[in-house]
């Protein structure tokens, strides 16, 4: 026997055709266009008879259809990269976008993104001019260098500066120092890249200075030291000062080049915080040229910034991969706004947000933690525990690795000590319109509040859970 039901017994009959849904919709064809709105409804209608197929109740009304449509055409609009509520513990994020940037810099974004700018242009003589121009006299002045310039990242720093002054010529580097940096960048790499060619001297823990005094020969291109930010190697150790890497550089008539890493402006040990190489003292120590990052410690936009000697400045800013690795208006218009700020040391730890973050006092975190775990608590229920607990920031992003400051979190634990339950909110968290991110860690969820700056939001959003 044949199938006798009938044909309107079939679910997916009662599905409108893509025109009929179609001519119902007139303002969203005006919002959306007509292709874009037509796509939607074939996808939505193909995804229903689906599920209809597959014996899944699903509502066939003209009313229900147009939502799925209209949703999908949010969804489908709706924007990928959006501002996170950082509750990692990590201040300096690279996988949240490192350092926030102050009121300053944001205004400057707006000031310049909408129109014309004179960013290659020198208003003064009504001629073409240099992009760099904006933030170099900043960067020598707070560095203490004779010249300087900037690129899109540090790593793309030390490329420049060794393709331009060592390429095809040898580079000694200590075994110590051949870091690996996010994305798993490895120094050897970045060198071969930049078309020079590493000699490794010393040891992984020990490197004297006659390691490198042995390496020099008449192919020898500069000295390179790279700032180990990433990670720390101690016990049975030896490295070799700036002071004196720069006395043997001189001596041999070469470049001394140092790679900071992170970059620092400030004394971190008069702030409380861990000690860290700044760019004045590198310069002081000798060094012809320094490069270091702008969106880490510096607390400003991605970018990478050379200093040092002006002769080789301009050889640098001469070599044609400058075009290629050069800043764009709006980095550049931000950057300058934050190196202004290092001239006021009186207003830069309210002002920054990266150092108003790591100078936080514990004791303010402490009390914010026990002004919301009771919000937190209620808008949980039963099935989670919620307490404040004393856990250890990190500063991130290869800056000072072994050092933490003390912070406090709201600990969140499942009562039926099930892990997935705690996925399942940290999932809900992400989710948020201005998503959350903790850190999951031995079956619980901890939000470390060190970076929780809109309190407003926070408890906005969790009352919807």
């Known amino acids: 026997m044949g199938d006798t039901a009938r044909p309107q017994d079939n679910p997916r009959r009662q599905v409108p055709s893509v025109d009929a849904l179609l001519q119902q919709m007139p303002e969203e064809a005006a919002r959306w266009g007509h292709r874009a709105l037509t796509e939607a409804v074939r996808t939505?209608?193909?995804?229903?008879?689906?599920?209809l197929g597959s014996g899944q109740e699903q509502p066939t009304d003209r009313d229900s259809l147009r939502s799925l449509v209209r949703l999908h055409l949010q969804t489908r609009e709706a924007a990928t990269l959006?501002?996170?509520?950082?509750?990692?513990?990590?201040?300096?994020?690279?996988?949240l976008g490192r350092a926030s940037l102050p009121d300053a810099a944001l205004a400057a974004l707006a000031r310049v993104a909408g129109m014309p700018t004179n960013l290659e242009f020198d208003l003064e003589r009504g001629q073409r001019g240099e992009r760099e121009s904006h933030v170099v006299d900043l960067i020598c002045e707070l560095t203490g260098a004779?010249?300087?310039?900037?690129?899109?990242?540090?790593?793309?720093?030390?490329?420049?500066?060794?393709?331009?002054?060592?390429?095809?010529?040898?580079?000694?580097?200590?075994?110590?120092?051949?870091?690996?940096?996010?994305?798993?960048?490895?120094?050897?790499e970045v060198m071969q890249r930049s078309a020079c060619q590493l000699v490794e001297v010393g040891a992984t823990n020990r490197t004297h200075l006659q390691d490198y005094r042995q390496a020099i020969n008449a192919d020898t291109a500069l000295l390179l030291k790279v700032h180990t930010s990433n990670y720390?190697?101690?016990?049975?150790?030896?490295?070799?000062?700036?002071?004196?890497?720069?006395?043997?550089?001189?001596?041999?008539?070469?470049?001394?080049?140092?790679?900071?890493?992170?970059?620092?402006?400030?004394?971190f040990a008069a702030l409380g915080l861990p000690g860290e190489p700044t760019a004045m003292q590198a310069i002081a120590a000798g060094a012809d040229v320094i490069t270091f990052s702008g969106d880490k410690l510096l607390g400003?936009?991605?970018?990478?910034?050379?200093?040092?000697?002006?002769?080789?400045?301009?050889?640098?800013?001469?070599?044609?991969?400058?075009?290629?690795?050069?800043?764009?208006?709006?980095?550049?218009?931000?950057?300058?706004?934050?190196?202004?700020?290092?001239?006021?040391?009186e207003r830069l730890l309210l002002e920054l947000p990266t150092l108003r973050q790591l100078t936080r006092p514990l004791a303010d975190i402490q009390s914010q933690a026990r002004r919301l775990q009771p919000a937190l608590s209620k808008a949980l229920g039963s099935d989670f525990e919620v307490s404040v607990q004393d856990c250890a920031s990190q500063i991130g992003s290869?800056?000072?690795?072994?050092?933490?400051?003390?912070?406090?979190?709201?600990?969140?634990?499942?009562?039926?000590?099930?892990?997935?339950?705690?996925?399942?909110?940290?999932?809900?968290?992400?989710?948020?319109?201005?998503?959350?991110?903790?850190?999951?860690?031995?079956?619980?969820?901890?939000?470390d509040l060190r970076c929780l700056e809109d309190e407003a939001t926070f408890l906005e959003q969790i009352g919807t859970l």
């Not at 939505?44 to 599920?51: F, K």
């Not at 959006?82 to 996988?95: A, D, S, Y």
């Not at 030896?238 to 890493?261: C, K, M, N, T």
């Open 44 to 51: 939505v209608l193909a995804q229903l008879r689906r599920q």
């Open 232 to 267: 720390r190697i101690e016990g049975f150790t030896q490295a070799v000062s700036e002071e004196q890497l720069a006395a043997l550089a001189r001596e041999h008539d070469l470049p001394f080049v140092i790679d900071l890493g992170s970059g620092n402006l400030l004394d």
């Open 300 to 345: 400003g936009p991605q970018a990478g910034l050379i200093a040092g000697r002006r002769d080789l400045l301009e050889q640098i800013n001469r070599n044609p991969l400058k075009r290629a690795l050069r800043l764009d208006k709006l980095n550049l218009a931000a950057l300058a706004e934050v190196l202004k700020l290092y001239r006021h040391p």
């Open 146 to 188: 004779e010249a300087a310039t900037v690129v899109n990242n540090n790593a793309a720093a030390v490329l420049l500066v060794l393709n331009t002054l060592a390429r095809q010529r040898q580079v000694p580097v200590s075994r110590g120092e051949l870091v690996e940096i996010g994305g798993s960048f490895r120094i050897p």
């Open 398 to 447: 290869g800056a000072l690795p072994v050092a933490t400051l003390p912070s406090a979190a709201l600990h969140v634990l499942a009562h039926s000590g099930a892990e997935a339950g705690i996925r399942g909110l940290a999932q809900k968290f992400r989710g948020f319109s201005w998503p959350v991110i903790g850190r999951l860690h031995k079956g619980a969820l901890w939000l």
């Open 82 to 95: 959006k501002p996170v509520i950082n509750l990692t513990g990590t201040v300096l994020h690279t996988n």
